[in-house]
């Protein structure tokens, strides 16, 4: 029997695992008790990577779709070929334009997405570039793009030092964190508890954080920014905002537009919010006052936050408060991240920057604008369907099922069966890849290398790790990198036989002399091809990770990772402003104009009244992931998950019974689900986790279809994107609520 260590890449939370092999099987998954971050930690999916791997339904060769609708398995060669004969046909018809890319969850923890997906997003040079970002986080990396310079500059919560922990919109207790790269939240939760300090929840639902929590407060949905808002003007109404000029005030000195921030929140005293909110004065003030008492303190949103109606501008106000507060970048505060591979606030010039810019271009036919060089997801049903110079007549799709994750499902359903050509590059046959002329497969995880190079960025402690592949790959298999690199071939018209190799020997030296290029690297100055040889014999994900190592804030190697398999502990957060501002001022901006405009928006939200209306959230569940992790059967086994959560006074208004079948109604759409009675969730709420709806013809997982559940983003609704970033609302969804006849 063989042991490997390797990171788990399926979440945020970067667990080590410890993997017994017998020659190519994998006996048993455990914690990696080693780990210098996760110290054994692992949840029910990171033991589930064994039968991920062995998954019949998991594909290992490409598949070609039939005259008949359905699938061939074929060759690598034979997938190319169509592919070649069909991508550059639609680029000569339609303009570059003409084809769409959609990148998933899955491509953010994966090298290969990260490093090479740019490199075809650059070969395509199409406008409509789309991510599962529009309908999970950007709204958060906008507001931090605006305050602190790049998308990268996301403060997250010193989890291990604070006293005081407010977390709204979040369940990490379910998800394991997110934009928190934190193994065993639950253990770092209890160690606040542990140390005196105290943790509160802000949320429509009382989840298993909740319960844990010393207190939960139910929230109206889409009410965060108001709340938030509260809680600033208390800390200015009271005093309790810190003497930027005293130590230990965090970087209060460094920011800003405090003053326009006083003034915006004279408009919202917790008296006035506390109607539309649901959330009492007297609650708010107590809050605001323990924020400011608390030695430290830290202030942390996540999905209930971004997705919904005002998700940038509560971004916004969470650090906001984290900076009056004295708690932005001061330990047990919110701090910035250092990661070994660098990141844009490790890159170029310390302290100052370009700042951002959004909505440099716009979509087609909606007119929303571009954020962090994508469009939003909810136009793209919308711009295949809408003929003209630049429709979408071509989809490629990287790790990613837009179909159960983007609002309306049933209408870009429709539209993906219209287009001309599909391509995805997908372990799964699902509701979204069924609709593909071309299936590419990449390896098993475990017969992967793996780096967290994206999530490494937002941990809350600076660490480096690197695993390699657990098995071999498969013969004839290629690694993902280099079919995308094959994908960049067929792009830039040199065919599907292109020399994969050049190619990345190419994108290394433009990352070498980008590298070399920049005075404040530590490669500086050297010479770009002799840095490339220096990088020899690597290639691929390992060569760019290796580079990355060698000029990020450590100057370590991928050698030194390799000789240190649990990971490499590289201390707790440092305080880094001003270095790690990358804004125009080089000051961190506290009332970035684009955000202050909509506090206007917020002013209506003032009059909004709980009157019977029923709005929709959603819920994860720590045995899910997204949409796709449901064909195995360790993880789906027990009750039934996709069920509808509603409060009994909602129930017994409408007739319905625990156990019985809800008719849930929107703009969009509708859906019939087995109803759940419980007080965990608040009047006027009810709740439906999305991911689920396996039931659809085209699909090739057994498993998923016997669990099938319902697809809750029938319900959400396209139209509705919250204005600044164009990301998707996908909680507090206008529904109609009755018991199905
Ligand atoms: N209503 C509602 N909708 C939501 C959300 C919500 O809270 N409520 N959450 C949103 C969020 S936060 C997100 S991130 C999105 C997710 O949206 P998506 O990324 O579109 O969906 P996933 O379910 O993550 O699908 C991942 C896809 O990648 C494939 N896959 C898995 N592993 C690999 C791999 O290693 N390589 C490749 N190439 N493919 C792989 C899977 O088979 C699947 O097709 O959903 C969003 N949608
Ligand atoms: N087990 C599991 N883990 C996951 C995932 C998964 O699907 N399953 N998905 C991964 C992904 S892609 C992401 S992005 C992260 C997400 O990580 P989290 O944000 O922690 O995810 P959720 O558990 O959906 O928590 C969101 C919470 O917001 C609440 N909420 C809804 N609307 C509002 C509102 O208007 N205001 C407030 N204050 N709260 C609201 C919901 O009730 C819910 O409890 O999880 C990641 N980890
Ligand atoms: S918490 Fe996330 S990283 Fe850890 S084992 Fe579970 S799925 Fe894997
Ligand atoms: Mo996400």
Redesign the pocket.
Known sequence: MGSAIRTCPL??ATCGLEITTQDDEVVRVRGDAHDVFSHGFL?P?GVSLKQLHEDPDRLRAPLLKQPDGSFAPATWDEAFAVIAEHLPAVMEAGGRDAVAVYLG?PAAHTMAPVLYGRVLLKALATKNIFS?STV??YPKQMASALMFGSGSSVPVPDLDRTDHLLI?????L?????LMTAPDVRGRLAGIQARGGKIVV????R?R?ARMADEHVF??????ALLLFAIVHVLFDEGLTADGAADGAGALSLCDGIDTVRALALDFPPEATAAATGVAADVVRRMARELAAAPTAAVY?????TT?RFGTTASWLVDVINALTGNLDRPGGAMFTAPAAGSPTTRGAPGRGRGARFGRWGSRVRGLGEVFGELPVAVLAEEIETPGEGQVRALITIAGNPVLSTPNSERLTAALSELDFMVSVDIYVNETTWHADVILPPPSSLERSHYDLALYGFAVRNVANYSPPVFPRPDGMPDEWETLLRLVGVATGQGPDADVGAIDDFVALEAVRREVADEHSPLAGLVAEEVLASLAPRVGPERLLDLMLRSGPYELTLADLEAAPHGVDLGALEPRLPGALRTASGRAELAPPEIVADVERLHAVLEERVNGQIVL??????????SWMHNLPILVKGPERCTLHVHPRDAARVGLQDGATARVTSRAGSVEIVAEVTEDVMPGVV?IP??WGHDVAGARMDVARANAGVNANVLTDENAVEPLSGTAIL??IPVELSAAL
């Open positions: 979440c945020e949840c999916k969850n599962a999970d986080q709204l919109g979040a369940n990490p379910a998800s394991n964190g997110s802000v949320d429509p639902r989840t954080t929230i109206r949905p889409g009410t965060d949103g996540r999905i209930g936050t919904q959230v959603g819920r994860r569940d720590l045995r899910s992931n997204n709740s999305h991911g909680n507090g």
